[in-house]
């Protein structure tokens, strides 16, 4: 029973999936799409479901500091209408707010460079809001 992380931007979508047991969150990829092109990464996405047996989804949610939902946070809520719609699996929506930054300041004191964070932020994200998850299930 593995479940994926995703977190969605308007050109990218981070990857991670836990291990077997539920317990950590591993970054996998980042995969690009087109928002406005209607372009979701969904054949690449079910390429990695079955690859890892994924039963559940987690999709970051960012809402606004004030706790409205701004059009991210829309965007978020149709992506995951197209997950259950397209893999019939449970799709949960997780508090997002400030994982990006948060992943940014931890590559920052890593030392990473630039160019490599704009690489590896969205993956690195991803691992975040799903390893977030997971300690609030256990």
């Keep these: 029973m593995r479940i994926m992380g995703l977190d969605v931007g308007s050109k990218t979508v981070g990857v991670a999936v836990s291990d077997a047991l539920g317990w950590t969150a591993q970054g996998i990829e980042t995969v ?3 928002e406005a092109n209607g372009e979701f990464g969904i054949e690449r996405i ?18 606004n500091m004030n706790n ?3 059009p991210r946070g829309e ?44 690489q590896v932020i969205d993956k690195m994200a991803a691992v975040m809001i799903l390893q977030g998850y997971l300690d609030s299930k256990n």
């Design 32 to 34: 690009k799409i087109d």
């Design 68 to 70: 409205t939902v701004g």
């Design 46 to 63: 079910a390429e990695l479901v079955k690859e890892y047996v994924i039963t559940e989804f987690v999709v970051g949610y960012p809402k």
């Design 75 to 118: 965007a978020s809520e149709n992506y995951k209408k197209l997950l259950e719609e397209t893999f019939s699996l449970p799709v949960k929506l997780w508090d997002e707010r400030l994982t990006t930054m948060a992943a940014e300041r931890m590559l920052i004191e890593a030392d990473v460079s630039r160019k490599k964070r704009k």
